[in-house]
């Protein structure tokens, strides 16, 4: 879509580095830099300041305006290159949008450099590679971060909407037709009912972004791979119970962990083999089920494998879809020789008794979970999801101020219409077509 | 008519496209020919005598504001006026008029006889002149050849038309009408993308079998209303009423009975029709939880005793339509006149013309009306206005016209049509209007008035009444911004009773008006501000002041569709070359061949990502055109 918006995005990948750079473009760029950072900024010249939220300082850093069209996406443009972590970028970006800049979709600088003319001819094929290859990880990121409660809440705010438009535009569109609409008062009921649900699930999906900001690992193996171990090696403290008895583990152990800065979710699941003990069925159950929408799971081989092949794989996961897999040969202590690896996974070796391998493991993790540039994080999906969500609240509560009566009721569908835009950016799209197909399996029409 | 003249356009078919797209070609100064196969049935109402209602009348007052012929006639011939959604905000509201058949036809055909420039011809059209991909003319059915520089069909429910009552069929344009079969013949011959649509009537009913005791009266409104912005109310004939019948259970058992008997439920019938529901057996089956559905009985005419009952169309046989109409409210002794029917009729994928309704596939060449896959009198009319004055801009070498989803329900219509074809006759509704709060009845005038004048199709007279109009709309709202109430004045008080906060400091009466809770009427009656001695005027007025938020707001929103809507896709762009683009997508966008790529974000599994490798493809075709 050609778009003359401002959008802004983190140049560099969280959670490595010292510097951070936070870069936005557009025609607002300017202003917002000036206003979160209270100075005047001069083109081509390095200034520095904070980025300042009410009286707290967020970050402290050089800002550089480039002026259009001597800048990367040909647009006014401003870089911000700070110290911050992931936890300070995030905010960062969610203040540069709640001032109205826009996060950036996948790829968006580089096809506004070369839509400019800033970009050569030979690179367009890359152009369009990157926006490809960006926008599947962004369908991911989007999947991942649209799943169980948030996606069932958003679902059900939409059918709401979709039910009280369909009786809405009905009244308008045919109200010679021998239907039985509910009343202006229901409408107005409704109207606040989804505009409560709204509120709560940006409540929540809040106070869950910092759970979702993190990249989630899931361990998984046979018994006595060593899951356990490895988890509380990690941790640095004895979550789980670690025993010599195969099956210890039951329930899924999770632990939030903070590798060099980037946040890590690992869970520790119930060995994997075929057994009739019902609680441990289940816990295996729940190990499988824990494997959705994960970033990456490592599967865990101990002594008794010699060599992994593709088929050691599957018994433990399947067939892996497109879950990014790690391989880890553990108890390397006892065990010298190396594994003889026969799949297409990487195979890391560590020992949770002696902490060999370890600080390998550690920095093969951050270069796994390295969310380059370019790639989506959930993160960023969710944050995407609840601006959309606030947006949609924002035509809902112009909907419901309007003192709703039939006079008004044109003004109310169409604020309705808004917000159903709005939540459309995180659905799919929903037409006016859609909206006559719901109007006439609801009402029977046609004079 | 002289056959050895060179035209500069024909029109085939004087139904309601073809009279609209003649009579637009004519203003605009071109020697223009209509020929079809009655001169009796020009602007002949093929099923219900009615014009306008919500989404429709919208239409009806855009071809006004180009000085078609449409909403005229309809005042002319209207014997029952109604403005629906009347107590609804003014961008629903929707003028409705119940039209005497033969008025209807009168005048009509009197307006296009007295058209200059307009050569009218009764015969039918067999064949089309084409020539390297670009028409020339059309033959005629005695095997007359005639030369023009475009042509525009409008050929309706005609082509290959075949008319079903029960399991009987038998080839028809409309009752009492022959198909069109020659030229449906030889359009098949031609590169068209033609499928089948299926539309039906009801039976009609001799008004003095039926039985009004018991049925509700529905009278037309008070002043009658009027279409036309030429009107006054005074051309008006006669005004009555129209009545309200039921079905009832056993109106469903005979339908349910007899579902075997009816050509859309037996499978005889293999033309798609809407997901609405235009038969009465869709109603029952459908919805079989209703126990009994409206009829609306209204008369055809002031000379005649028939009724055409709204609700009942069908194509039952005639022993189950007479059954059924005798199981209604206050019709048990009901005699029907004429059976209904349902017909099946070839159309033209609209995806295959451009914003302009010509052929992507036959230059010169435009499509108007039902053949587009619409169905309606007010959709069709709209249409032969656009095709008729393309045409004619066309003969004249100069610019096209189109109208844009922001300027018009025209240009939301025929958009829709363009881009994403249609599965079903398809209808303007007003929650097709993404910008319905802009769109009004109230404002054709000033969405197309100026553009009509420009293009040649706005006469005179009515040039002056608009811009008189317009200018009154100016002095009023600025008259309101110069008026001043004070907190202290004697008025105010008065005002404090309505508004929702008291008056607390200076404010202008067109500040006043912005509050939802103020009405004009009540500045005059509350704050003893004069009032504007015409109406139509201070709600005009009182509009523009309340919806200014929401207008602003979907101004912004067009500005942004605008830019897409400028970046042309040119039409050898090969999709195939396209990297990165599913073949999901790449399908869809050969099927339909956007025009810009506003139009390719309208189709459905053309996604944003989809858009971006678009536009970079159309800056690397831009470049390499640069380099080479
Ligand atoms: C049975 C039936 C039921 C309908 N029901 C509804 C309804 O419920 N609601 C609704 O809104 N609309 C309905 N309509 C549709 C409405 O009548 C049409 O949408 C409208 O008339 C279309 O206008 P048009 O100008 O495209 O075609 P038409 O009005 O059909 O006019 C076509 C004209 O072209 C002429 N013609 C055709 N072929 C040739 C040729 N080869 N040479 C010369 N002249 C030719 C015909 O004689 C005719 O004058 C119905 C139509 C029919 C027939
Ligand atoms: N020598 C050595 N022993 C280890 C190491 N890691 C785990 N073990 C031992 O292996 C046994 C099983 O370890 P757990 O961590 O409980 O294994 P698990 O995979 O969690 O097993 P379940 O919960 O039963 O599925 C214990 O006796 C551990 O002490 C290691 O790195 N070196
Ligand atoms: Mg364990």
């Given at each position: ?225 060593g899951k356990s171990s490895l988890l509380n090696s990690l941790a640095q403290a004895p979550l789980a119970i670690v025993t010599d008895i195969p099956g210890t583990t039951r329930d899924l152990i999770r632990h939030d962990l903070l590798i060099d800065g980037l946040e890590v979710r690992i869970t520790d ?179 | ?616 493809h159309l800056k690397k075709l831009e470049l390499t055109h640069l380099a080479s």
């Amino acid at each position: 879509m050609i778009r003359s918006d401002t959008i802004v995005a983190s140049a560099t990948a969280p959670g490595r580095g010292a510097i951070s750079i936070i870069r936005i473009s557009g025609p607002q760029s300017v202003k917002i830099a000036q206003t979160l950072s209270g100075k005047t900024l001069k083109p081509r010249i390095a200034t520095l300041g904070s980025i300042i939220s009410g009286s707290e300082i967020i970050d402290t850093g050089i800002w550089i305006y480039f002026v259009g069209p001597h800048s990367f996406t040909g647009e006014d443009t401003i870089e911000f290159q700070g110290h911050g972590g992931p936890v300070v970028i995030q905010t960062i970006l969610c203040l540069m949008t709640r001032h109205g800049a826009r996060l950036a979709e996948p790829g968006e600088f580089s096809q506004r450099a070369f839509l400019n003319g800033k970009i050569d001819l030979t690179q367009a094929e890359a152009i369009s590679d990157l926006i490809n290859a960006s926008s599947v990880s962004a369908v991911k990121a989007a999947n991942n971060s649209l799943q169980g409660h948030f996606a069932d809440q958003i679902n059900s705010i939409i059918s709401n909407l979709i039910a009280l438009r369909t009786q809405i535009e009905a009244h308008i569109d045919f109200p010679d037709e021998d239907i039985n609409p509910q009343t202006i008062n229901t409408f107005s009921l409704t109207i606040t009912n989804i505009k409560t649900h709204i509120g709560k699930l940006i409540q929540s999906a809040k106070e869950g972004a910092k759970l979702n900001r993190s990249a989630e690992i899931v361990l998984i193996g046979e018994p006595n791979a060593g899951k356990s171990s490895l988890l509380n090696s990690l941790a640095q403290a004895p979550l789980a119970i670690v025993t010599d008895i195969p099956g210890t583990t039951r329930d899924l152990i999770r632990h939030d962990l903070l590798i060099d800065g980037l946040e890590v979710r690992i869970t520790d699941t119930a060995g994997i083999r075929s057994t009739t003990d019902i609680i441990e069925n289940e816990g295996i159950n729940r190990a499988i089920a824990a494997l959705q929408g994960v970033d990456l799971v490592l599967c865990l081989f101990d002594d008794r494998h010699q060599q992994i092949s593709e088929d050691s794989v599957q018994h433990l996961i399947g067939i892996p879809s497109n879950i990014p897999v790690g391989l880890l040969s553990t108890k390397i202590d006892i065990h010298r020789k190396p594994v003889d690896n026969q799949t297409r996974y990487p195979l890391l070796e560590v020992s949770a008794k002696t902490g060999e391998g370890l600080d390998e493991f550690r920095n093969w993790l951050l270069e796994q979970l390295d969310l380059t540039t370019h790639a989506e994080t959930p993160f960023l999906a969710r944050q995407r999801h609840l601006e959309h969500l606030k947006n949609a609240n924002l035509h809902m509560d112009a909907a419901g101020r309007h003192h709703l009566t039939i006079e008004t009721i044109d003004l109310v569908a169409e604020d309705l219409r808004l917000a159903q835009n709005a939540l459309s950016e995180i659905t799919g799209r929903f037409t006016s077509d859609d909206l006559l197909t719901s109007i006439f399996s609801t009402f029977c029409i046609g004079k | 008519m002289d056959y050895t003249r060179l035209f500069d356009v024909i029109v085939v078919g004087g139904g309601h496209a073809g009279t609209e797209a003649a009579h637009a070609a004519a203003r605009m100064g071109c020697d223009t020919l209509l020929v079809t196969h009655s001169i009796e049935t020009l602007g002949q109402m093929s099923c219900n005598p009615a014009i306008g209602g919500i989404g429709k009348s919208h239409l009806v007052r855009e071809i006004d504001a180009c000085d078609g012929l449409m909403a005229k006639v309809a005042d002319q011939a209207g014997i029952q006026f109604r403005v629906l959604n009347q107590r609804k905000g003014p961008a629903v509201r929707a003028t409705r008029a119940q039209a005497d058949r033969i008025l209807y036809r009168q005048h009509m055909r009197y307006a296009l006889e007295n058209t200059s420039n307009l050569t009218i011809f009764q015969q039918s059209v067999s064949d089309l002149l084409i020539d390297n991909d670009k028409v020339t003319g059309v033959v005629l059915g005695m095997g007359l050849k005639l030369q023009s520089k475009t042509v525009v069909i409008t050929a309706g429910t005609f082509l290959a038309g075949q008319i079903h009552i029960g399991m009987n069929q038998q080839p028809g344009g409309r009752a009492g009408d022959p198909a069109s079969n020659e030229l449906a013949n030889s359009l098949r011959d031609r590169p068209f993308r033609i499928a089948r649509l299926k539309t039906g009537t009801p039976p009609r009913i001799d008004s003095r079998s039926v039985n009004y005791r018991n049925l509700q009266e529905q009278p037309g409104d008070t002043p009658t209303p009027y279409l036309s912005m030429m009107s006054t109310g005074d051309e008006h004939p006669r005004q009555i009423s129209c009545y309200l019948s039921r079905t009832t259970e056993k109106t469903r058992d005979i339908i349910v009975k007899n579902l075997h008997l009816s050509p859309m439920y037996s499978g005889v019938i293999g033309g798609v029709g809407p997901r609405y529901c235009p038969s009465i057996e869709d109603k029952i089956v459908r919805f079989a939880d209703k126990p009994t559905h409206q009829v609306f009985l209204e008369p055809e005419g002031l000379t005649s005793h028939e009724l055409y009952p709204n609700g009942v169309s069908t194509s039952l046989p005639y022993e189950v339509q007479l059954d059924i109409v005798r199981s209604m409210e206050g019709c048990s002794d009901a005699i029907i006149t004429r059976p209904g029917y349902a017909i099946e009729y070839d159309f033209f994928d609209p995806r295959d013309l451009n914003s302009t309704l010509e052929s992507k596939l036959v230059a010169n060449l435009y499509f108007a009306g039902q053949i587009n896959g619409t169905t309606g009198y007010e959709e069709a009319g709209a249409q032969g206005l656009l095709a008729g004055a393309n045409a004619a801009l066309r003969a004249q070498d100069r610019e096209s016209w189109t109208v844009g989803r922001d300027e018009g329900y025209l240009g939301v219509m025929v958009d829709d049509l363009i881009t994403l074809g249609t599965q079903e006759p398809y209808r303007m509704f007003t929650s097709r209007a993404e910008y319905r709060l802009t769109l009004r009845e109230d404002n054709a005038d000033t969405r197309l008035t100026e553009k009509g004048r420009m293009l040649g199709l706005v006469g005179e007279e009515l040039w002056q009444k608009f811009q008189a109009r317009q200018e009154q709309i100016h002095n009023e709202l600025n008259r309101l911004k110069s008026i001043w109430v004070r907190p202290s004045d004697r008025c105010t008080n008065n005002l404090n009773r309505v508004l929702t906060a008291p008056l607390s400091k200076e404010s202008t009466a067109h500040d006043l008006l912005k509050r939802p809770e103020i009405h004009y009427q009540d500045l005059v009656e509350l704050a003893d501000i004069a009032c504007h001695s015409d109406p139509s005027i201070s709600s005009q007025v009182e509009i523009l002041v309340k919806y200014s938020g929401y207008i602003d707001r979907q101004t912004d929103e067009i500005k942004k569709l605008k830019k897409n809507e400028q970046v042309r896709l040119p039409i050898d762009i090969d999709y195939s070359k396209i990297v990165g683009l599913s073949n999901e997508v790449k399908q869809k966008l050969l099927d339909h061949r956007p025009q810009t790529i506003a139009q390719a974000s309208r189709i459905s599994g053309v996604t944003p990502v989809a858009i971006s490798l678009l536009l970079v493809h159309l800056k690397k075709l831009e470049l390499t055109h640069l380099a080479s």
